[in-house]
Structures are given as C-alpha cells and as structure tokens.
C-alpha cells in the first residue's frame, strides 16, 4: 500500500493481495461501466457518447481531492506516492502513437485488457497489436534511445511546473471538468445515433 506503509505496517503479501483486488475491481468496473464496447469508447472522439470522458475526468478529481483530504489528515503520505518521470518528447511521440491506436482499435489498454477477459475477438486482435508494438519498441530501442530519453523533466507534477499550489491546480481542474462535462452534454446531443444504443 506504498504511501500507507508508514503508518500501517503491512506485509508483503497482503500488500499483493491487496493490488491483486484492487486491479480486478477496476476491470470489473470498466466492463459495467460499458468499457469493454469499442463503439463505445469510439463514440468519444466522434461525440455520440462521452462517457469516457466524464468518468476518467471524475475519477481523476475524486482521487486528487481523496488525497489532499488523506494527506490533511495525516492519513497519507504524499512524498511516498509514485510520479512517473518526465520525458517531453517521447510523451508527445507516444501519445501521437497510443491515440492513433485508440482511434483505430477501439480501445485503450485498460480497457482492452478488460474486453480480453470477456472474450471480445476485437479485443484479442487489439492486445495482439499492443503486443507487436512492444516487442518492435524493444527490439529498435538502441535506435530511438536518444528521442525516447530527450528532454527529460523527471518525476515533476503539473502543479508544480505551474508553479501553484495542490488545492489551487484542483480547483482549476474542477472547473475545467465542469466545462468539459458541459461541452461533452452539447456534442452528445448534436451528434446523438438513436440506433448506437441498441448495438452496444
């Protein structure tokens, strides 16, 4: 439980177990959450069906806030939590590739690990790809490490490159949401497909 392990002691197995439930709850929740229809997760980009929008967006709020409230109270340890590194570059260039691939297969790879579980066949050709692109990224890494390590930011937060403080990045973030989830209403209704409920 990483951030919790100063407060609580937790051997490593439970720890496990633990990760263990937490990741299939999450993929049981994507599959109810209607995640495993890749005309579903399509519809976010032509703007029939925004959902994927405003769950990922509350979902983002909802642990800032949980972890601004934990941490306030002495529940959590920030400085404990893991921040992904920063390279500038390979983010942009990967983002380009994983947002192509979304487009194209229907699917992100949360959400196609969770089609994969209840035997969608698209969602197999989807992991199968995914697959392909790592083995391809591994085997030509020596000729793309230089782009892949170029402008290196480390592990840095959005607030801190703003240079504002946690509370202030989530107010904006919440207002931004609402105008999102205001935006994502219109689109819905002026794009609407009468028949895509049926086929999902």
Do not use: H
């Amino acid at each position: 439980m990483g951030p919790l392990s100063s407060i609580i002691s937790i051997p490593e197995w439970l720890n496990m177990l633990i990760a263990i439930v937490i990741g299939i709850g999450f993929g049981f929740s994507l599959e109810q959450a209607g995640f495993s229809s890749s005309r579903k997760l399509a519809g976010m980009f032509y703007g029939y069906d925004t959902t994927v929008i405003k769950v990922f967006f509350t979902a983002s709020i909802v642990a800032l806030i949980g972890s601004q409230l934990l941490s306030f109270f002495g529940l959590l340890n920030l400085n404990m939590v893991f921040v992904n590194e920063f390279y500038v570059t390979s983010a942009i260039v990967g983002g380009i590739i994983m947002g192509a691939g979304f487009i194209m297969g229907g699917f992100c790879p949360g959400t196609g690990l969770s089609a994969l579980s209840i035997g969608k066949i698209d969602a197999m050709v989807f992991f199968a790809g995914g697959l392909t692109g790592a083995f391809l990224f591994a085997e030509t890494y020596p000729l793309i490490q230089n782009l892949a390590n170029s402008s290196y930011k480390g592990p840095i937060k959005i607030n801190d490159v703003f240079g504002i403080a946690p509370g202030t990045f989530i107010l904006i973030l919440i207002i931004a949401a609402t105008i999102m989830f205001w935006i994502a209403e219109k689109a819905e209704k002026k794009f609407a497909r009468p028949d895509i409920t049926n086929e999902l």
